[in-house]
């Protein structure tokens, strides 16, 4: 069972002849790990199915779908800088966290009234609205309550349990599809109801540590508070916006899988291999994480995209593009948790809500022009001159990492000869 909040014992006190036992992670992280699980469960269960019923059902192109998607999740990262700077400034961030996640549990049973792609988008961004309020203040309220040398685990540990509820949404749909014969007007009501429960999970199930008077230190944006934000974060900021252009909307996957010859009712499956190689990948990696050079596994995840890019536009029936989707969940498995430790390692205890905040907002810059570009791509050129284009970007990402290898290692030469 998940060890309670209380504070660690200090080293030093435990009795003779007894060995100081390994920290746990406390309650509270599980608990917004569940949060994460029945929200995302909610959310995937309508996405999985979105992109086909827009396209399919609704008239809408491939250029409409990936500028609405990159546009949606690009309103929630933009979101995410005021949500962050408001936590900072009033050292509070359950109540917007619980005001993030109520706006995204009202806003599901919109899809399934949907007649047109204009109603679709005014849903998804003001669903998004919601994940960007509640997204900085719970990933810096994850940071508060880990012990320092399990962030990289408690991290982990959330997107585990996050990409469990992605994994178990599109099952549900798929499930429901065959059930209700394909109406996925009706898939998409039944999904509003996990979304409401995670909503009083987290009203009741997690405790907001007081943050030091001494942290408080006012206006989070004022000049002498960024300049505390040093190099070390913004060439974190960066390296995030780069890995944005190189990994579009996941909508996309289901696309390709669509036009490998995937039937309607089976597409959900993509989402459902994509999550399971993520749920599986997730916490390990995170716990590698807090051991192992961050610049090494951030290389290894591109050289995984990589791979899966290639595979993708090579695939011309669905086994090698389930391949394809695989390497896509283990290259995720291995950097979401990661971007999300560095960000916190590099930022101040203070300022870690407006850090998230800035770091979403350059990534959902990114996205949204990743998404749009490869939905003009697929549009004039199609899917594999898509997945290729993904692939060049993978290989700037991998350069850019290069650059800052060789740069650190040029000035750690230069201080040793000093």
């Not at 998804?124 to 309220?141: Q, S, T, W, Y």
């Not at 942290?215 to 989070?220: E, F, I, K, S, Y």
Request: a positive charge.
């Amino acid at each position: 069972m998940p060890a309670d909040d209380a504070p660690l014992p200090a080293a030093g006190r435990t009795a003779p002849g007894h060995r100081n036992p390994r920290p746990r992670l406390p309650r509270a992280i599980w608990a917004l790990g569940f949060v994460s699980l029945l929200m995302d469960v909610s959310s995937e269960a309508i996405h999985s199915l979105l992109p086909v019923f827009m396209v399919s059902g609704l008239g809408a192109s491939v250029l409409t779908v990936g500028l609405i998607e990159g546009a949606a999740e690009a309103t929630a990262l933009i979101v995410k800088v005021f949500s962050g700077v408001i936590s900072d400034a009033f050292g509070k961030r359950k109540a917007l966290a619980l005001l993030g996640y109520g706006l995204g549990a009202v806003t599901k049973p919109f899809f399934a009234l949907a007649t047109g792609t204009g109603t679709v988008l005014a849903a998804r961004l003001v669903d998004r609205v919601g994940k960007g309020i509640r997204g900085a203040p719970r990933d810096a309220l994850v940071a508060d309550i880990a012990p320092p040398q399990l962030r990289g685990a408690a991290y982990g540990l959330r997107q585990a349990l996050d990409t469990v509820g992605a994994l178990l949404g599109p099952l549900l749909a798929m499930g429901l599809m065959l059930l209700w014969q394909g109406d996925v007007r009706a898939v998409f009501k039944a999904a509003a109801l996990p979304a409401f429960a995670a909503v009083l999970l987290l009203m009741v199930g997690v405790r907001e540590p007081d943050a030091p008077v001494a942290q408080r230190r006012g206006n989070p944006i004022r000049r002498e508070n960024l300049a505390r934000l040093g190099p070390a974060y913004w060439w974190v900021v960066a390296l995030g916006a780069v890995f944005m252009l190189a990994r579009f909307s996941e909508a996309f996957l289901l696309l390709r899988a669509q036009d490998a010859g995937l039937r309607a009712a089976l597409l959900p499956l993509v989402m459902v291999v994509m999550n399971l190689i993520y749920a599986v990948g997730a916490y390990p990696a995170g716990r590698l994480a807090d051991t192992v050079s961050h610049e090494r596994l951030l290389a290894i995840g591109l050289g995984l995209l990589l791979a899966a890019d290639l595979v993708l536009a090579a695939a011309g029936g669905w086994p090698l593009m389930m391949l394809g989707v695989a390497l896509w969940g283990l290259h995720m498995a291995l950097t979401q948790g990661l971007l999300a430790t560095m960000v916190a390692d590099v930022a101040p205890p203070d300022l870690r809500g407006t850090a998230f905040g800035f770091f979403n907002l350059v990534s959902g810059m990114a996205l949204l022009v990743a998404s749009g570009v490869a939905g003009l791509i697929w549009d004039r050129q199609g899917a594999t001159a898509t997945f290729h284009a993904g692939a060049l970007f993978c290989l700037l990402a991998l350069a850019v990492l290069g650059l800052r290898k060789r740069m650190a290692g040029v000035a750690g030469a230069g201080r040793s000869r000093a």
